[in-house]
């Protein structure tokens, strides 16, 4: 499948700037929703797969381009794999800041000693009149025990990647784009493209 033009169906702009720089090298016309002005869809999957289709399917067929969605999460295991698909939601507000606190004071209250986690992600490739591709990745690691490091975004400040001893919220784009749970999806998506 060659493709020359691709719409990102997000808004979020940590994932739009990370999915724009691994896609760099590959020469395809890159913009996403939010520079489109193309509305937000609802996200009422039960599952990142789920979800990741929603919205690629959504954005498609309103501009009638190639659209790649991205639905991903945190999964912690102390709290049972919470909150996954509802991680944007877990923050109020989107105060990511008050969201680390909560989940670390849950993982605290859980009784629970591990503190293993993994992110997830989900893209999804809708091209009109094609059946919707699925490309999926994981990193794993743990939760640190406090927040540590301003870079990334959302919950990169408490994720220590395996392999690692800092947090992605420390250790920076160049590093996080190497290993990262979306890095691992495009990957498998740009073999498919290619
Ligand atoms: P959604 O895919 O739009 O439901 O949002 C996923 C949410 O999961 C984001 O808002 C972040 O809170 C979190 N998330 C997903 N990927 C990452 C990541 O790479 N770093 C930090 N947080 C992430």
Same mark, same amino acid.
């Given at each position: ?8 169906? $997000? ?6 700037? =990370? ?15 939010? #520079? ?10 039960? +599952?990142?797969? =789920? ?8 954005? $498609? ?44 004071? #849950? ?6 000693? +591990? ?20 490309? =999926? ?29 800092? +947090? ?11 290993? $990262? ?14």
């Amino acid at each position: 499948m060659k493709l020359t033009k691709l719409v990102v169906a $997000s808004h979020n702009d940590g994932k739009i700037a =990370e999915i724009k720089a691994l896609l760099a090298p590959l020469h395809i016309e890159v913009q996403s929703a939010k #520079e489109l002005r193309l509305g937000d869809v609802e996200e009422t999957g039960k +599952t990142f797969e =789920e979800n990741a289709k929603i919205k690629a399917n959504a954005l $498609s067929l309103m501009c009638g381009l190639p659209c790649l969605a991205d639905d991903s999460g945190l999964c912690i295991d102390a709290l049972d794999g919470r909150p996954g698909v509802y991680s944007a939601r877990y923050a109020p507000e989107r105060n990511f800041k008050l969201g680390m606190e909560m989940l670390l004071k #849950e993982i605290g209250e859980s009784g629970k000693e +591990t503190r293993k986690a993994h992110f997830s992600c989900c893209l999804a490739l809708a091209c009109p009149n094609e059946k919707v591709k699925l490309f =999926e990745g994981r990193v794993d690691g743990e939760i640190a025990l406090k927040p540590c490091g301003e870079k990334g975004f959302g919950y990169d400040p408490i994720f220590i990647p395996e392999g690692y001893e800092q +947090t992605f919220g420390e250790l920076g784009e160049d590093v996080k784009n190497q290993i $990262s749970h979306r890095r691992r999806a495009l990957e498998k998506f740009i073999k498919e493209i290619k």
